[in-house]
C-alpha cells in the first residue's frame, strides 16, 4: 500500500490577475461600531456622505482607469427590511486633501460621479459587495467622498451596517453627515454631521479573477483505489468562466 500526502495544489487559468481590495473599518485612532442610521438609514428616504482619506485608501491606489474602482463593499452587521432595495444611488468625486470634515449643510449632487444606479439585496450578515455601473479613477492626492442615498420611498427598519468612525485619532471627527426623511432630498434638504461613516471596501476587479475558494480532501490515509480531491473555484471577475472552462493542476507526492 502506498500512503499519498497532498502537498499543494497549483491553480491556472488564462490571463488570471487577481482584485485590489483596501477596506476601511476603523478610523484612525481605531474607533469603529455600528449604526442604523448609515447606507440604508430607518426612514422613506435615506441620504449620507462620507469622507476616506488618502492615506487611509493609498496614495497609489485607484488612481489610473486600469486600476480604477468599480465595486465597494459596506458590511451588514444586522439584516433589516425589506431585504430587497430599488432606487439606490451610490456618488463619488475627489475632493481636496485639506477636505477631511463635513460642516452641516443641503443635500447636493454637484462635482459627483454617479457609479451605481440600481437595486441592492444586503440579505445576509457579512461585507455586501456592489458592482459599480461607472469605474471611478481617484485623483492622486485627493480624498474621496462618497455619498449612498435610497429613494424607494419604502420605510426600511432593523438595518445595521459597521462603521468606521472618524479619520482623526480619537475617531470622532465629523467626517459623515446624512438625513433621514419621509420626503426625497431635495436642494433645501438639511444634512447633519456625525462621526460614523460607514465602513467601506473599495476594490478593483479585472475581467478575470478567479482564485480556489475551497479544498476538499479526502481524510488522509492509505489506500488502494483512485481518490477524489475536490475543488471549489469562486470567480469574483467581470467576466464569466464557463463550466469546465478552468484548469487545476494537482501537485501531489508520498
Known amino acids: 500500500m502506498k500512503k499519498f500526502y497532498l502537498l499543494s495544489i497549483l491553480f491556472f487559468a488564462q490571463m488570471i490577475t487577481f482584485a485590489q481590495s483596501v477596506a476601511i473599518v476603523s478610523g484612525a485612532g ?35 482607469p486600469s486600476a480604477a474602482i468599480n ?3 459596506y458590511f451588514v452587521a444586522q439584516v433589516g427590511a ?12 475627489n475632493v481636496s486633501a485639506t477636505t477631511t470634515v ?3 449643510g443641503t443635500y447636493s449632487t454637484a462635482g459627483y460621479t454617479l457609479v451605481f444606479d440600481g437595486a441592492i439585496e444586503p440579505a445576509e450578515t ?12 481617484r485623483t492622486a492626492g485627493s480624498n474621496l467622498q462618497v455619498m449612498v ?3 424607494d420611498g419604502a420605510v426600511n427598519t432593523g438595518y445595521i451596517f459597521y462603521s468606521a468612525n472618524g479619520n482623526d485619532v480619537s475617531g470622532t471627527a465629523t467626517t459623515s453627515r446624512r438625513a433621514n426623511s419621509t420626503t426625497a432630498p431635495t436642494s433645501t ?37 483512485d481518490q477524489t480531491i475536490g475543488v471549489v473555484v469562486s470567480n469574483e471577475g467581470l467576466t464569466s468562466i464557463p463550466a469546465g472552462a478552468v484548469s487545476v493542476n494537482l501537485n501531489i507526492s508520498g
Open 126 to 137: 457579512g461585507e455586501y459587495k456592489i458592482l459599480l455601473n461607472t469605474p471611478f479613477v
Open 71 to 73: 465595486k465597494i463593499g
Open 189 to 225: 434638504t438639511s444634512l447633519t454631521t456625525s462621526e460614523f461613516r460607514p465602513a467601506i471596501d473599495l476594490i478593483h476587479v479585472s475581467d478575470n479573477d478567479a482564485t480556489i475558494a475551497d479544498i476538499i480532501n479526502p481524510t488522509i490515509s492509505c489506500y488502494g483505489s
Open 30 to 64: 481605531g474607533a469603529a461600531g455600528t449604526s442604523g442610521n448609515i447606507i440604508v438609514g430607518q426612514s422613506a428616504y435615506h441620504v449620507s456622505e462620507a469622507i476616506y482619506t488618502d492615506n487611509e485608501i493609498g496614495a497609489a491606489n485607484f488612481i489610473s
Open 102 to 104: 463635513f460642516a452641516a
Open 82 to 93: 425589506p431585504t430587497q432595495i430599488s432606487s439606490f444611488k451610490v456618488w463619488m468625486k
Open 149 to 151: 442615498e435610497r429613494l
